[in-house]
């Protein structure tokens, strides 16, 4: 049974080499795909009660509410 005007296969190839080129392709497509899978999930992962707390304190910090040792006090506290 011939395919092609060169041998078996689509388009005549024949087979070969040109196998790679597929496998290549879902190599690249399963990278992708698994790209954004990790992207979505980083971003939908929420802090830790401990990071949230950490951040409310350098906000409050940042604003003048509290003094340095307030602020170091309080994160010791935190750890």
Do not use: C, D, N
């Not at 049974?1 to 497509?29: E, K, R």
């Not at 999930?41 to 910090?61: D, F, G, H």
């Amino acid at each position: 049974m011939q395919w092609g005007p060169g041998g078996p296969g689509p388009g005549g190839h024949g087979g070969g080499p040109f196998w790679i080129f597929g496998v290549v392709w879902l190599v690249l497509i399963a990278a992708l795909i698994g790209t954004v899978i990790y992207a979505l999930l980083r971003k939908t992962r929420r802090p830790s009660a401990t990071e949230s707390a950490r951040s409310i304190l350098a906000e409050r910090y940042a604003r003048g509410e509290l003094s340095g040792e307030e602020y170091r006090e309080r994160l010791s506290e935190l750890s």
